[in-house]
């Protein structure tokens, strides 16, 4: 499965954006697709993830409640809406595939998209 990441850009803090990951080669319906982030001079980390065939989400204590992940089977894309944007938020965002359950380890995933920049100015 190929997956396209886009949406990124500038924000001020406290707005928002929603990000995308597009799906393509198979139906993205049974796969658990995770979002996670990387700020330069920092290691990958998780930000949410939503399960395959499920509704259940899980979240990055530092972006619960104001995070929210989704995803619209008939476009089989996945969705990151982001509220509430703080400077610290900024950082390349990626999304990941895997056929197995909703993890947080960003090395268990098989599949990346290519990474959108978001960047909130304070």
């Known amino acids: 499965v190929q997956l396209q990441a886009s949406g990124g850009g500038l924000v001020q803090a406290g707005g928002s954006l929603r990000l995308s990951c597009a799906a393509s080669g198979r139906s993205f319906a049974s796969y658990s697709v995770g979002w996670f982030r990387q700020a330069p001079g920092k290691e990958r980390e998780f930000v949410g993830v939503?399960?395959?065939?499920?509704?259940?989400?899980n979240y990055a204590d530092s972006v619960k409640g104001r995070f929210t992940i989704s995803r619209d089977i008939a476009k089989n894309t996945v969705y990151l809406q982001m509220n509430s944007l703080k400077p610290e938020d900024t950082a390349v965002y990626y999304c990941?595939?895997?056929?197995?359950?909703?993890?947080?380890?960003?090395?268990?995933?098989?599949?990346w998209g290519q990474g959108t920049q978001v960047t909130v100015s304070s």
């Open positions: 990941a595939a895997r056929s197995g359950g909703p993890i947080s380890r960003f090395i268990n995933y098989d599949y």
């Open positions: 939503i399960a395959r065939n499920s509704g259940f989400n």
